[in-house]
């Protein structure tokens, strides 16, 4: 039997509310900085802690990445699971290893790695004292999409797991379809095939236009496969701030260490200053001018800024074209001065 559903309102009506108000709800989730000593740890399934600094289980939801800490303790494996969407993690402090599809990775304070879509993953710490990691993902786009799923297997040996889902390289024909299988094959097998670990002294630090010195942690520049998720650590020198600019969110940057503050604004001037320390997380969750300074004269300030700008800024930009999305204007970065004369500090990571 047919069923009918009767309505006398219109499609523009429902859809012109239903837009009104996901920006009104929205405006609502908006934050500056997440504090560290906000983020409360909890025991997890897994054996691990986690706490969420961004994201939907920690009351602060988001639309592209989120952003979570794990901490094991000595001794500890956690459990194996995959997921659909894809993560990164960046290492705070301590040392142990990471697991992914049975190969396993060591790493040290600072270290970065990339754990993609499906692929198995667990990680264990065999030192003496906690270690930390953040960890950012891509789970809330492909929550947005409806394609958001995790697999958790408990303790099983990595070799009784399924495999990655399987896919086909090419069919017969000249057609569209076997285009597509050919083009998605070669895509797969690239995707499959991408750095996964990054050890921090294997990357230069280099000085940049705007006013910081910085290098790649997770990137396709340094040969990752990633969704689109980046990090890369900057520094500040002492007293020394970085060009003002302008995009949209979500772009986060974890101060790893150091103390200084942002400037926030719907304009370049006007806005507020939010201060930062070490181990809080500085959110650009709207399109916002912002600005960061180092505040300590004598030591440098380190932060690891984490976007998605690779595939979903990218997208809504030629979506948006003829709005510019990114905005940073040369006086912006002529007022940053004479970079070359900039006194940096020795570069050292912690001891694991
Ligand atoms: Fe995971
Ligand atoms: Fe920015």
Not at 155 to 174: F, I, K, S
Not at 175 to 203: F, K
Request: with cysteine; net charge negative; aromatic share 8%.
């Amino acid at each position: 039997m047919a069923t009918h559903t009767r309505t006398n309102v219109t499609h523009w009506e429902v859809q012109w509310t239903r837009r009104r108000k996901l920006v009104e709800e929205w405006r609502e989730h908006r934050h500056t900085v997440i504090r560290k000593e906000d983020v409360k740890l909890h025991d997890s399934a897994r054996g691990h802690r986690v706490g969420c600094y961004m994201g939907e289980d920690g009351g602060k939801p988001t639309r592209v990445i989120d952003a979570w800490v794990h901490e094991i303790d000595p001794g500890v494996t956690t459990t194996v699971h995959r997921h659909s969407w894809d993560a990164m993690t960046f290492v705070v402090s301590g040392s142990g290893w990471t697991e992914i599809d049975g190969e396993r990775f060591e790493w040290r304070p600072w270290d970065a790695l990339h754990l993609p879509a499906w692929a198995w993953h667990r990680s264990g710490n065999d030192g003496d004292t906690p270690a930390r990691l953040m960890t950012y993902s891509s789970e809330p786009l492909l929550s947005t999409l409806g394609m958001a799923m995790v697999d958790d297997r408990g303790h099983t040996p990595v070799e009784r797991l399924p495999p990655r889902p399987a896919y086909t390289e090419q069919v017969d024909g000249d057609d569209p379809y076997a285009g597509r299988v050919r083009r998605l094959g070669q895509e797969q097998q690239q995707r499959r095939s991408g750095r996964l670990h990054t050890d921090y002294d294997s990357i230069p630090l280099l000085v940049n236009p705007k006013g910081t010195r910085s290098k790649f942690l997770v990137d396709r520049a340094i040969g990752h496969q990633a969704s689109g998720i980046t990090q890369v650590m900057l520094q500040f020198a002492p007293g020394r701030g970085q060009a003002m600019h302008l995009h949209p969110g979500e772009a986060w940057l974890y101060v790893v260490e150091g103390r200084g503050h942002s400037y926030l604004g719907e304009e370049p001037t006007g806005g507020e200053n939010h201060e930062w320390k070490g181990g809080d997380l500085v959110v650009v969750d709207h399109a916002v001018w912002h600005q960061h300074f180092n505040d300590d004269p004598e030591h440098p300030a380190r932060l690891v800024r984490v976007h998605a700008f690779d595939s979903v800024l990218e997208t809504m930009r030629v979506l948006c074209d003829p709005l510019d999305l990114f905005q940073e204007p040369p006086e912006n970065l002529k007022a940053m001065g004479d970079l070359s004369g900039i006194d940096w500090p020795p570069d050292r990571r912690p001891e694991g």
